[in-house]
């Protein structure tokens, strides 16, 4: 069974960073792609960023050059650190591992930004 808990979510004024964590248990974390996904009441589910097991990255046109995602395999930890926030980042984060065909999500953590 895997099991991933965020944390990192919280309130900051926009312009501001933060930095969300993702501990994952279990010995096959380095095995799998990760990725953040961000979630706004009444609106889909969307993909934030992606990485790889061999560190190769993918974000939404909308965090580009403003979020950053990586790993730490030794930790069991996935990050997403988040520069230049705007009001419009503003949901609940969530990651999410697929393994085996099934899919892993967090509890989410919230991220709110002031305007």
């Not at 609106?43 to 730490?72: P, W």
């Not at 990050?79 to 065909?101: F, I, N």
Request: with cysteine; net charge positive.
């Amino acid at each position: 069974q895997v099991q991933l808990v965020e944390s990192g979510g919280g309130l900051v004024q926009a312009g501001g960073s933060l930095r969300l964590s993702c501990a994952a248990s279990g010995s096959i974390f380095s095995a799998n792609a990760m990725d953040w996904h961000r979630q706004v009441p009444g609106k889909q589910r969307e993909l934030v960023a992606q990485i790889s097991s061999g560190g190769a990255t993918i974000y939404a046109d909308s965090v580009k050059g403003r979020f950053t995602i990586s790993r730490d395999n030794a930790k069991n930890t996935l990050y997403l650190q988040m520069y230049s926030l705007k009001a419009e980042d503003t949901a609940v984060y969530y990651c999410r591992m697929v393994r085996s065909g099934l899919t892993y999500w967090g509890q989410g953590t919230q991220v709110t930004v002031s305007s």
